[in-house]
């Protein structure tokens, strides 16, 4: 659950960012336009960081041997089947659904 939270704490915090920034850009958009510029700014920086901070987050949770590639994880779950099927079919007789 704790791994669970990270993304959902980086994304949360990048969408706070950028949606005040962008509602900032909006309203001071004909009135002041350098400060609308530059909020327009924070909102693209805080969408590249975002992004960035999800890629390290995934890299670091996901194990080497997985790939970003579509294909691949196709032919994993093509090979391996869902995650978690080979420790349910391993599971004791008790724990089976009847």
Same mark, same amino acid.
């Given at each position: 659950?704790?791994?669970? *939270?990270?993304?959902?704490? &980086?994304?949360?915090?990048?969408? @706070?960012?950028? @949606?005040?920034?962008?509602?900032?850009?909006?309203? &001071?958009?004909? =009135? $002041?336009?350098? =400060?609308? *510029?530059?909020?327009?700014?924070?909102?693209?920086?805080?969408? *590249?960081?975002?992004?960035? +901070?999800?890629?390290? %987050?995934?890299?670091? %949770? /996901?194990? @080497?041997?997985?790939?970003?590639? $579509? *294909? $691949? %994880?196709?032919?994993?779950? +093509?090979?391996?089947?869902?995650?978690?099927?080979? /420790?349910?079919?391993?599971?004791? @007789?008790?724990?089976?659904? =009847?």
């Amino acid at each position: 659950m704790r791994i669970a *939270r990270e993304p959902h704490d &980086v994304v949360a915090h990048h969408m @706070s960012v950028i @949606s005040v920034q962008a509602n900032l850009a909006q309203y &001071v958009f004909t =009135t $002041d336009p350098p =400060t609308a *510029r530059a909020a327009l700014d924070t909102v693209a920086a805080a969408g *590249r960081e975002a992004q960035q +901070d999800l890629q390290h %987050l995934l890299t670091v %949770l /996901r194990p @080497s041997h997985e790939t970003t590639d $579509d *294909r $691949d %994880l196709d032919t994993d779950l +093509d090979r391996d089947g869902p995650p978690g099927l080979a /420790r349910l079919a391993a599971a004791p @007789s008790r724990y089976r659904p =009847t």
